[in-house]
């Protein structure tokens, strides 16, 4: 007689394998080059990856605070400050995270009860419904205007009830690369000023902003920052995607209780990492210079999709770039996207896989976080069409 596993109902019935495993499953067959998943293709600094082995070296890899290592909380206080105004208490409103996605969700947990409605927009970044989903929350879906991907707050406002607990937002936008305006962070601050809604503001490509444009973050507007947690990635800023930390900022009552299940669900982060991140920060110079390193590979990118038919969108920030390929395929998004990795041999992602309806507006996602060299190879593929 063989066991049987019991059978269990899933807490994610509609989860399956992600379109991100799917695509690069099918470009490392194919050969292709893979500008489908978010990651860079080059190597962080290496005075950074200096400082982490010299904090292993030093002894420096036992638990830390399960708040975060103080020096690390403490830089992180000075440079929100420094550009954006608004002073943090390193011990009572920092928490250093297990990456930006655990960040997120430890957020939704410690804020959302069974039953509360929190409001997303779409498209987004793939963690926001299902963390909302395990939380007991109901998902209320609000479309971004499409073509532009600004904010729509007519349809905000709309989706407004007195069950809504939340709101995320996202900006620089994934996967769209639109960045909202000072204007539109004050319209959802009045919006929400006489609500008790709070905010969840997924910053985490917050230094690749392009064209001389500033990062609106909700830190910057008080009434904002007041009800918001504000999330952002040192994997993003500084090329090491892999090595997971991140971090929230929000007041201390916020914080207080955000900490309760961050305890629970990661505990603490990482040591020798959060070391040698709070020494890197000493240097202001890597993310104050992301923007413009960023806006060259986006350039080169642009510049040689003008060879194609594709239809560029705006790329205002991120290290996304997003076209229209009505003019070159009648295919869907995600059939296209498998033809164009195995008969062109550049991967990317469905602008669909971002919504819950699986809406298609033709349009796909690259990713230029990658060498010159990888880019100059996609672009003389996609020149072929």
């Not at 109902?9 to 690069?24: A, C, D, E, H, Y």
Request: glycine fraction near 8%; aromatic fraction near 10%; charge should be neutral.
């Amino acid at each position: 007689m063989n066991p049987t596993t019991p059978a269990l109902q899933s807490r994610l019935p509609k989860v399956g394998t992600t379109i991100f495993t799917v695509m690069s499953a099918l470009a490392t067959e194919r050969g292709a080059v893979n500008l489908g998943q978010g990651f860079p293709d080059f190597e962080g600094d290496p005075r950074l990856v200096d400082a982490v082995t010299g904090a292993m070296k030093g002894g420096l890899n036992q638990y830390p605070p399960m708040t975060g290592v103080p020096a690390l909380r403490e830089a992180i206080a000075k440079k929100v400050e420094a550009i954006y105004g608004h002073r943090y208490d390193a011990n009572t409103e920092i928490t250093i995270t297990a990456g930006a996605t655990q960040a997120i969700l430890t957020a939704i947990l410690a804020i959302v009860h069974p039953g509360d409605e929190v409001i997303v927009l779409e498209p987004c970044y793939d963690s926001y419904v299902p963390n909302i989903e395990l939380a007991g929350g109901v998902v209320v879906r609000v479309p971004l205007t499409p073509g532009t991907f600004r904010p729509d707050f007519s349809k905000i406002a709309a989706a407004i009830t007195p069950k809504t607990r939340a709101i995320l937002i996202n900006s620089p936008h994934n996967p769209s690369g639109m960045v909202w305006t000072k204007e539109e962070m004050l319209q959802l601050q009045a919006l929400l000023d006489p609500t008790d809604i709070l905010v969840i503001s997924d910053e985490v490509y917050e230094h690749m902003v392009f064209d001389g444009q500033q990062h609106e973050s909700a830190a910057r507007f008080p009434a904002l920052a007041a009800r918001s947690f504000i999330v952002s990635s040192f994997g993003k800023t500084y090329h090491v995607t892999g090595w997971k930390v991140g971090y929230v900022a929000a007041p201390a009552p916020l914080t207080a209780e955000f900490r309760k299940v961050h305890q629970f669900n990661v505990f603490t982060v990482n040591t020798p990492v959060q070391h040698g991140l709070a020494n890197f920060m000493a240097d202001p110079r890597p993310y104050l210079d992301l923007p413009a390193f960023y806006q060259r590979k986006r350039d080169l990118f642009r510049e040689g999709l003008k060879k194609t038919k594709f239809r560029m969108l705006p790329g205002q920030g991120t290290y996304f770039q997003c076209v229209d390929i009505s003019a070159v395929s009648d295919l869907n998004e995600a059939d296209f996207c498998k033809w164009l990795t195995t008969e062109i041999g550049v991967a990317a992602i469905p602008l669909s896989a971002f919504y819950g309806n699986g809406f298609d507006q033709k349009v796909v996602r690259f990713c230029f976080a990658k060498k010159d060299e990888t880019l100059k190879t996609a672009l003389e593929r996609l020149a072929r069409l």
